[in-house]
């Protein structure tokens, strides 16, 4: 049997039904995402990106690449030419007849890799310093510069000998000479390696100058090429200002990427106390400062 509701009734038994059914929940707003954590306690450190762009950016390696490989590709036409010589006329002291052919390298960030030592400096919020920098070396960990292995073994397997010459301290020689034949690069005895306490006789040597170490070189050897990151490598520079730096090289800049194959090293040189007047004494902050205001904003 069925029942029938009033017209009244069956309006409250609607509105019943709707009071006893639960509200939807509010739709819930996403959480605010977690604030990204700042690292803290690591100083700002002008040589940042210098030591970034050496380790990380494909253009440093390519730089590399392409400056020896063009160098190998003339490296037989140099030797082909007794007449060829990539020697400073203050450091040709013998003439060319009868000298065996060599090319001569400079070792750290020409042929070795020592950016990691400069991303220790960084990350400590330090500076060089000879102690830490010497147990680097004798770690003998450096890699070897893009197309470096390569060159250097290519004009060895030619009869040409490779000479290196680096401002190491004397300390370092056997560490040095380790390393560089762990990765590669031809070590033909201890004469192939000329460090800092390498004597000429009769040659008095002006500070870190390589002048009297490539002097020793003339006495055997005509220089086909010479390789470097700094203009030192290359010519003794008296006269560490910006002005001096270029005037000495001035009368060679036909020489560049023929004879001598100059490297970048944006991480340390002798470009850098230029710009305060080589006074490493000066605190750092006002170093800085000296090297802010040579910059160029024209």
Partial sequence: MSVRLSPALAVFALLAGCASV???????????PAATAVVTGVAADDNLNAVA????????DLIYLQTYR????????????????ALDKADR?????GLKPAVVLDIDETVLDNSPYQARVVKSGGEFNEADWAAWCKEQQARAMPGA???????AKHGIAVIYLSNRAKDLDQATIANLRKVGLPVNGPEAFLGLGTVLEGCEQAGTEKGCRRQLVARQYRVLMQFGDQIGDFVDV????????????????PWIGTRWFVLPNPTY???????FNNDWSAPREQRRQQKIDALRYQ
């Fill in 70 to 85: 063009d160098a190998e590709s003339r490296l037989l036409a140099a030797l082909h030419d007794p007449q060829w010589d």
């Fill in 22 to 32: 639960p509200p939807h929940p509010a739709a819930t707003a996403p959480a605010p």
């Fill in 93 to 97: 002291t013998t003439p060319l007849k």
């Fill in 53 to 60: 762009w050496t380790q990380t950016a494909i253009e440093h």
């Fill in 149 to 155: 292995v390569e060159f250097t073994q290519f004009a």
């Fill in 238 to 253: 008296l006269d560490n200002s910006d002005a001096g730096r270029r005037k000495v090289m001035a009368d060679y800049l």
């Fill in 269 to 275: 040189g002798s470009w850098e106390p230029a710009l």
